[in-house]
Structures are given as structure tokens and as C-alpha cells.
T-cell receptor
Framework: KAGVTQTPRYLIKTRGQQVTLSCSPI?????VSWYQQTPGQGLQFLFE???????NKGNFPGRFSGRQFSNSRSEMNVSTLELGDSALYLC????????????FGSGTRLTVV | DQQVKQNSPSLSVQEGRISILNCDYT??????FLWYKKYPAEGPTFLIS?????DKNEDGRFTVFLNKSAKHLSLHIVPSQPGDSAVYFC?????????????FGQGTTLQVKP
């Protein structure tokens, strides 16, 4: 079966711009979580959506937002980009909780210049 | 406050020997633990997990041990192969209170020498 698909794979944006990243989960998975990976902070949780509702949120500023559609596909948006937002953004899909496991996509590498 | 710690940034072992990767946690509410393997520019790949009601889980060459009293878990890879060379992350979950959220350690880079 198809895995978790993230688009685009690479993105270069200028400070102050906004960006939208997309994640298509494994078919049947209703939970989508987003993570930011940076060399200094490691993998940090952004937020999780389940059946179009945000169930959990990490400690990131309001510039980071997301949504989930009825087909479980999810998008995350970062507004007013800062240099420090440069990172690998990963999404993970699951049937529900950690017991079912989380399958990660290959990520979107965002570079802010 | 780092709730999940992997204190060894790197580990080097000879092919065929055992690799032991360690992870400590501080939050006693964590009830599920996972290990992931990651190559650069790729997403983490799930390896093995363990529930807090168990102290050992085995899957092929991979075994995870959990010591709840010490808040410590370890991943054993036997025998180690060059293809195991990657960054390994342990992650913890509080399934009841923090759905969808994994807390990751900083990772350990494993190098398996032929």
C-alpha cells in the first residue's frame, strides 16, 4: 500500500513569505501529526489532527497552523517566515494512537533565505 | 525540559557484534515507547515498540528492554550489520493525555564497521 506522501520535497522561501506544506496519509489513517526537525532542537511535535479536528498542539507560535480535510489529507501553513523556520518538516499518519504506530513521510525540506 | 534523553550522540561497533542504544525518560506518564531509524533527508522508519506493561519485546534482530523503575529503555541489535548504520531515535508517548504526540530523544548515530 502507498506510504505517507509529502509535497513538495524541497522548498526555498524568503523571510516574511508564507508557505503551505501538504501531507497525504496512508489510506484509512485518520490521524496526521506534524513535526519539525532541526539540528539544534531535534524532532519537535507541532500538532495532530484526527477526523478534521486538532486534537493536540505543541509549543510553537501561532504562525504555525494546520488543517485536515475530510479525506484525511493535511496541510500545514507557516506565515511570516523567519530564518529559524528552516527545517525538515515531517508528517506522520496513524490509525489513532501510538499503539498503532506512526508512519512518517520523507519530509519537506524548507529553506528560508 | 528534555523528557527523553539519548546521552550517547554516537556509537561505533564491528559488524556481527551487538549494538546497544540507550534512552532515559523522566515523565512517569509515558506508557508507550518506540524506536525509529533515520537516514539523512528521509523520514524516520519504525523499528520496534514496547508498552509500559512489558519489559521486553523482540522482533528479529531487534530487542527492546524497558526498565520502568529506572525509567530506562534500550535497543539491542544482534548481530549488527553495515546496513544498520543510521541515526536511531527513541520516542515516548502518553497515549491517554497526549494523543498523536511523540516525544523524541536527540538521537544516536550508529556506525557499523565491516
Amino acid at each position: 500500500k502507498a506510504g505517507v506522501t509529502q509535497t513538495p520535497r524541497y522548498l526555498i522561501k524568503t523571510r516574511g513569505q508564507q508557505v503551505t506544506l501538504s501531507c497525504s496519509p496512508i489510506s484509512g489513517h485518520r490521524s496526521v501529526s506534524w513535526y519539525q526537525q532541526t539540528p539544534g532542537q531535534g524532532l519537535q511535535f507541532l500538532f495532530e489532527y484526527f477526523s478534521e479536528t486538532q486534537r493536540n498542539k505543541g509549543n510553537f507560535p501561532g504562525r504555525f497552523s494546520g488543517r485536515q480535510f475530510s479525506n484525511s489529507r493535511s496541510e500545514m501553513n507557516v506565515s511570516t517566515l523567519e530564518l529559524g523556520d528552516s527545517a525538515l518538516y515531517l508528517c506522520a499518519s496513524s490509525l489513532g494512537t501510538a499503539s498503532y504506530g506512526y508512519t512518517f513521510g520523507s519530509g519537506t525540506r524548507l529553506t528560508v533565505v | 525540559d528534555q523528557q527523553v534523553k539519548q546521552n550517547s550522540p554516537s556509537l561505533s561497533v564491528q559488524e556481527g557484534r551487538i549494538s546497544i542504544l540507550n534512552c532515559d525518560y523522566t515523565n512517569s506518564m509515558f506508557d508507550y515507547f518506540l524506536w525509529y531509524k533515520k537516514y539523512p533527508a528521509e523520514g524516520p522508519t519504525f523499528l520496534i515498540s514496547i508498552s509500559s506493561i512489558k519489559d521486553k519485546n523482540e522482533d528479529g534482530r531487534f530487542t527492546v528492554f524497558l526498565n520502568k523503575s529506572a525509567k530506562h529503555l534500550s535497543l539491542h541489535i544482534v548481530p549488527s550489520q553495515p546496513g544498520d548504520s543510521a541515526v536511531y531515535f527513541c520516542a515516548a508517548s502518553d497515549r491517554l493525555r497526549n494523543t498523536g504526540k511523540l516525544i523524541f530523544g536527540q538521537g544516536t548515530t550508529l556506525q557499523v564497521k565491516p
